[in-house]
């Protein structure tokens, strides 16, 4: 019926259905329009709009000048921007930030994903030549290098530098939110795999004064990672290897793997999972933390925007919980329990304990 044009002329003039037929045809309009509202906001994050009505509402013609576009454009972009909830109208010609716009503001996690996204969108251009070609082959699988790189661990440093910034820039996002759900005061060591430039730490250590830090990634991040954290000089030791190949550090009596696993195939998180297990004593604990495909409200978060971004990565997906602990079971876990999180679509979190061995007698 709603792939009939008869029944959607007749549904959009009943009154008891016309209001479900609108919503419907804002639905459909918004996926179609969604690439020109993710442009707009570009647009305002790289002209510094956000920042400037920080300051308080602005004329038309003081944003003109400011933001150095003609008034015709400023005006467009404007109006843009009011009409995506960015901003909002003071009066008739002036500005001020709008309930998106001010959650913006000094947000650098967030402007560093937006900015970030210029290059998802380059790879994108063509989507079928890329599902009919398979990922890897763009921008963003060479801005991820060690996703499509046969021995990441010799990447340099210019190599990793980039993404290791955004990962850093972007790490407030889900440290607070983890650490709400499971605060790790009752640990003394923590080794947290794939750790970048040590962001996840850093945000362990302030929370967490009496646990030791241990971060594991490839060699050159590593690198980067014991400058970040010498501050904490004592307490945190940096390792450099490939989970793929080197045994992790042991020590720890939990293991984090925050926006890891989803970065790989099943067979490599396999590997690093029994890594994880190989490196934990019989008590010990994993805790995973990532965006999921069954996240309830969210669902076109996973399947939909990691699907495709990570098919341009050349590598991972995102996956439901429910995979996810049968991942766990298979690699010498309890298959663990998830934790509520304040805001599931950043990041949600599952906590799992080494298997015990079963005995057997004799």
């Not at 991820?144 to 340099?156: E, F, H, M």
């Not at 407030?172 to 060591?189: G, K």
């Not at 079971?329 to 979190?349: K, N, S, W």
Request: proline letters at 4%.
């Amino acid at each position: 019926m709603l792939a009939s044009a008869r029944f959607r002329r007749w549904a959009a003039a009943f009154p008891l259905t016309r209001p479900i037929a609108r919503r419907r045809a804002r639905a459909l309009f918004d996926l179609c329009a969604g690439f020109v509202y993710s442009q707009v906001l570009l647009a305002c994050v790289r002209l510094r709009v956000f920042e400037i009505l920080a300051e308080g509402p602005q004329t038309v013609d003081v944003l003109t000048q400011r933001l150095a576009l003609s008034r015709e454009s400023a005006i467009r972009l404007l109006d843009a921007a009011v009409s995506l909830q960015l901003l909002v109208r003071r009066g008739r010609e002036r500005y001020a930030l709008g309930t998106l716009g001010a959650t913006l503001v000094g947000n650098a996690p967030v402007l560093s994903m937006i900015e970030h996204h210029a290059l998802l969108y380059n790879d994108l251009r063509d989507p079928v030549d890329m599902l009919r070609k398979g990922g890897g082959q763009g921008e963003l699988a060479q801005y991820w290098s060690y996703a499509v790189t046969s021995d990441p661990a010799q990447l340099q440093s210019e190599r990793v530098a980039d993404y290791s910034a955004l990962m850093t820039a972007s790490q407030p996002l889900v440290a607070d939110e983890v650490l709400d759900a499971y605060p790790m005061t009752n640990h003394r060591c923590l080794l947290d795999v794939g750790g970048g430039e040590g962001g996840f730490l850093a945000a362990v250590a302030t929370r967490v004064p009496a646990i030791r830090l241990m971060l594991f990634d490839l060699p050159a991040v590593a690198n980067r990672a014991r400058i970040k954290l010498a501050a904490f000089a004592g307490r945190a030791s940096t390792y450099g290897g490939s989970f793929l190949v080197d045994a992790l550090p042991t020590g720890a009596d939990i293991v984090s793997l925050v926006r890891v696993l989803h970065d790989h195939d099943d067979e490599v998180v396999r590997k690093i999972l029994r890594a994880v297990r190989s490196a934990l004593p019989p008590d010990g604990v994993l805790l995973v933390a990532e965006p999921m495909a069954d996240t309830p409200g969210a669902e076109a978060m996973g399947d939909a925007y990691f699907g495709f971004y990570l098919l341009a990565m050349g590598s991972g997906r995102a996956r439901t919980a429910e995979r996810l602990r049968e991942l766990l079971l298979e690699c010498g876990f309890d298959g663990g329990r998830q934790l509520a999180t304040r805001l599931p679509i950043q990041t949600r979190v599952i906590v799992a304990k080494v298997k015990s061995a079963v005995k057997t007698g004799g």
